[in-house]
């Protein structure tokens, strides 16, 4: 005898357009009902997500968090959606509905959200349980201040907010950090300036980080965090 199985069931919009989505990131499509009234469903790895109409009047959500995935290999996956999506929009859709949120090294989550809104976060079956949203206690100063601003660009996907906090936590602890950690909010922030598409604040981020007096041994200790900003433009410039 089988346990339970619960199948979430997410509004459908244009039931078309937003199979046609699923069907793109790879899900097969296992039901497709126009009457007596709009019903699909979608199944991937054993995985199934099922659509239905909202009820008449209702208006939808701009963009609304509707069920979590996990899985074993998040980075595989997200490379695997992202390969999908920029051959059916030519690019990867990074802004509005639909879109896929970026994935650094070592991170465990990602989200995608569908043509209506629906957001799906693929989740790695072994992300930590102690995660500490807003900033960890065993930190402070400007470290601190990092890793609030990670967890609300990685796990959040709140960039607006995390540049926020990078720029007050700099102006704040910049005299007591340490140079590396400096490195570290100004290579944070140039990752963020070029997720929101701001290429002029980006450059100017570059131009500082370039003048920084850090030793070899500094600069291979932020290496990834001043590549992140390169991996993620090129990654939203690749075309099909």
Not at 84 to 99: E, I, S, T
Not at 127 to 142: F, H, K
Request: aromatic share 6%.
């Amino acid at each position: 005898m089988t346990g339970d199985t619960t199948v979430p069931v997410l509004w459908s919009g244009d039931l078309k357009d937003t199979l046609d989505f699923y069907r793109a990131l790879g899900y097969t499509v296992t039901r497709e009902q126009t009457r007596p009234y709009a019903y699909g469903a979608i199944e991937a790895n054993g995985c199934a997500v099922h659509f239905a109409a909202a009820p008449p009047g209702t208006e939808l959500p701009t963009e609304q968090v509707c069920c979590l995935v996990m899985l074993d290999d998040v980075a595989e996956r997200h490379g695997a959606f992202t390969a999908a999506l920029r051959k059916r929009y030519g690019k990867v859709p990074a802004k509005g509905c639909p879109r896929i949120t970026r994935f650094r090294p070592g991170q465990s989550r990602f989200s995608v959200v569908d043509p209506v809104g629906n957001t799906i976060i693929y989740i790695q079956r072994d992300e930590p349980e102690d995660v500490e949203y807003g900033g960890s206690r065993e930190l402070d100063g400007l470290a601190r201040v990092l890793d609030n601003a990670r967890i609300l660009r990685d796990f959040k996907n709140d960039d607006a907010t995390a540049i926020r906090v990078l720029e007050v936590g700099l102006g704040r602890y910049s005299a007591q950090a340490s140079t590396a950690d400096k490195a570290r909010a100004l290579a944070a922030l140039t990752e963020l300036a070029i997720a929101t598409g701001d290429s002029e604040r980006a450059e100017e981020l570059r131009a500082e980080l370039r003048t920084m007096p850090l030793s070899a041994a500094e600069r291979a200790s932020v290496a990834t965090e001043t590549r992140a900003a390169t991996d993620l433009a090129d990654w939203l410039s690749q075309t099909d």
